[in-house]
């Protein structure tokens, strides 16, 4: 009577096994990841101790358990003893709310997991209908069918881990640990085997069959079913060696078709015993058949007469085997030199699938477990990209971060991430809204300020932020980031702080590798909070990899290790060097937040032998300047063209292991190439550029746009003082000075100042133009000067000017240099009128939904707006608190201050851009300035007349 191969048969208490399923793989079922448990201790006091003696009373940890679902939180009401039950308690509860009654038929305990791995081992095999079956296991047991005529059936047992996804769960359902140690899942299955009816195994060959043969019929249907190896199979697989010094390399692994596939890859490792083949997991991505293989090192799996038969695993001499190249792809435990290779029988397939594996696929796995790997290769642009440092939906190219921090821990073999989405208005919920219980029990939420603003609350729509917590696999805590940032939207707020967690791995994990610097226990830096210890241990493995590399500067192409890890060093070399810059001026310059489309090449050239390799190109590649998306010297060379320019400049070589990651044509050739002699040579051509979102919204809505409406106000001002000096605090490419020109003005002397030596050129030629045309009619300003300097500072030369201008710059500057700018200008610079403006953050909404016309409900995901109007803006200030600024600094400084604005009706909320008038009060003396020194600190950049304009 053969076994039904699924379900529980064999059950030792003689019944069939109930099917049941945990409450907690209920919940998972239906919730995965989404589903957040947190365990608490509590200590308790042990009675039936002995009350008569004053002994210190005696305390044991009791746990109690709560659980986060989307809309649902549930706590245990009573305490377990173990933290697994309280967890088991937690879900049933959950699930009770909830009304969902178990279907699925998965083992509740070890126990019973242990029975169905049995009755499923033996099911395949005594089934007598199994080879007419499309299990991949048939493909295997063709093999022998066709070599030897037998019809037993005969496998490796590595092949059933292999192609059994069942068979695997069920192994980690009896040990967590067999997650993590393909060796343990074999000794399971071996130990099980042992077990199983109708089955016989080879204790010398680790090979399994059936013990009776297959009638001829049914190996005749599986022989039509699947063809074999006519002559003999050529592919190419990455050999892996466990010694650190040696470096992988391509090898060509030959399949023949009167061995089975795992041994011939087995047997061209070194020195080892074939037989004993065992594979990992898949690696790379999810659909590959990409797999390590090893061979078992020489260890008994002990069948013990206990329930569980964990085999005993050799005797604790195996850590200097563990090859932990291999063993950091794949997130498994694997034993000495080890081939990557794909090759396999799928359900897709009805021969034996292979696919050459090339060193570039072996870099591009271990790119892609980097925190910024996925990133890079989802772009398209592993030399060029880099994670940006702000999320914003408008310009977010590639996979979004949370995405990317999710993969991140999947390929480290972490639990997934849990996000916890909080509203400031007035209740807590867990990602996700899957759940539509009228139960749904609303957590009050303490912090019901607005953190950004802090002011009236009533009027604000829904901000949002979001706690990001790490586990590991095993439930351990290893870091939790919280933030006080809010956002608009939901999603703006996890995406932002999973971009945060990205970053953090990306800069913690290059420090450890580099430095070897200790994380310290539990701090909260910037709202991180890590649990060191289940950090080390998880990133162990990593570490161990990329840690060990002392000194970089190798000159071969070796060193696997610290490699893509120093990326980021290459954003310390900021400024490329431009070559060949062909093309006319067009005068269209990228600027700080504008979106730039340009195609590149970047190619290694081979100095001596003058050879160059094409390494990577890219016809339309689209950035946001200032936002570090790009390395620097790419950015660099950009923002130095004009639309339709283009350059070449010479790149310090990237790391070895980024290099063959890009070279899909000829990584074979290029592990061979010293970096002495090579360079990266880019070759890049501006197409587009699109102006920064700020100023995209700001024209598409206003008319005239907002900028020149801040001119014509300014201009007000000017004829009512008759007003001969101005200076424009953070004149950038001095769009103000400039329309001034085409104003009839009593102006005689107008000054610029700003620290940006790129706006400035660009302001100086702009002026030099427009004044070298005005001086024919007479009509020009006479006296017009560039300062390079910080507002910040006091420079003498623009002592009591009549009017100060400060356009939309306090908010690029963080609130305490606003305010130090505030007390400099009004106690030392002292102009009669100083006109400061600043975006309006309660204007944003109405900003926000007109850009995006059409698009009022668009998904979440869709491009939209980000939380201020640009990136570059440190701070976005509601009317009140902008006022609260000004009214304090012009009672400090005695200048009066008045409130007015550009942009809409100035009904609620506001004009668009707020503006604070300070005039000087009569009482304030001149003579202030005059009794100290004369500081100059500002650099003279251009004057006009006598000008010659300044360089690049
Ligand atoms: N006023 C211009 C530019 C606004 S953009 C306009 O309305 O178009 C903000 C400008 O402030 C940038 O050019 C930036 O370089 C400048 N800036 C920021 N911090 C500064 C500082 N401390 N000193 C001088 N300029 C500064
Ligand atoms: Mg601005």
Known sequence: MPLRLRGGGGSKRGMPAPP????????????????????????????????????????????????????????????????????????????????????????????????????????????????????????????????????????????????????????KLIDPKAEFDPLLVLSLIYNAAKKSPGVSVSDSNLWIQNQKPYSPEAVDVALQRWSGITDLIEVDGIYVPCAMEDEPKTITLRLSHNEHYMVDIVSSLSANDSSHAVVSRTVGKASSEIRLYFSAPNVQFVSKASNNGVSSLGDGNMECLINKRASYISGQTIYGDAILANVGYTRRDSELHTEDVTLSTYYRILLGKLPNGNYKMSRDSILVAELPSVYSRCSWKGLSPRDLLCSFCRLQRLAEPCFTVNTTSAYCKVLGSAVSSEEMEVRKNTENQYASDGSNGKENPDMFKCEVKIYSKMQKILLDYSTADTWTKESDAIHNSSLKVLIWFQSSLKQLNNHGQKLSPSKSTDGFTIYPDNFMHEFAMFLSIYGNTGGDESSTCSTVGSVSMDTSEQKNENNAILTQIEGSDSGIFPTHGSLACISYTASLVVKDKAKRYLLESNNEFEFEIGTGTVRNQLESCVTQLSVNQSACFIAELPPTDLILATATKFSHDLSKISRDNCCLEFSVKLLQVTEPLEDRMEKALFNPPLSKQRVEFAVRYINELHATTLVDFGCGSGSLLDSLLEHPTSLQKIVGVDISRKGLTRAAKSLHQKLSRKSLMQTSVPTAVLYDGSITDFDSRIYRYDIGTCLEVIEHVEEDQASLFGDVVLSSFCPTVLIVSTPNYEYNPILQRSAMPNKEEEPEENAGPCKFRNHDHKFEWTRSQFQHWATGLAEKHNYSVEFSGVGGSGEEPGYASQIAVFRRMASSQEETCQDRELPQPYELLWEWPNASLPSH
């Not at 049933?92 to 178990?102: C, E, F, Y």
């Open 20 to 171: 049941t399923t945990t409450p907690k793989a209920l919940v998972h079922q239906r919730f995965g990841a989404k589903a957040c448990y947190s365990v608490e201790e509590v200590r308790e006091a042990v009675d039936g101790g002995c009350p008569g003696l004053a002994l210190p009373q005696q305390t044991r940890s009791v746990y109690r358990c709560s659980l986060d679902l989307p809309g649902l939180t549930v706590v245990t009401p009573g305490t377990f003893l173990r933290k697994k039950d309280a967890e088991q308690a937690a879900a049933q509860i959950a699930l009770d709310k909830l009304g969902i009654q178990p279907t699925a038929t998965v083992p509740s305990n070890p126990e019973e997991a242990w029975d169905e791995l049995i009755a499923r081992i033996s099911g395949f095999f005594a089934d007598e209908n199994f080879p007419s079956s499309s299990h991949p296991l048939i493909g295997h047991m063709c093999v022998t069918f066709r070599r030897t005529g037998d019809r037993f059936g005969i496998i490796p047992l590595s092949a059933i881990a292999a192609c059994d996804v069942k068979i695997n769960t069920l192994c």
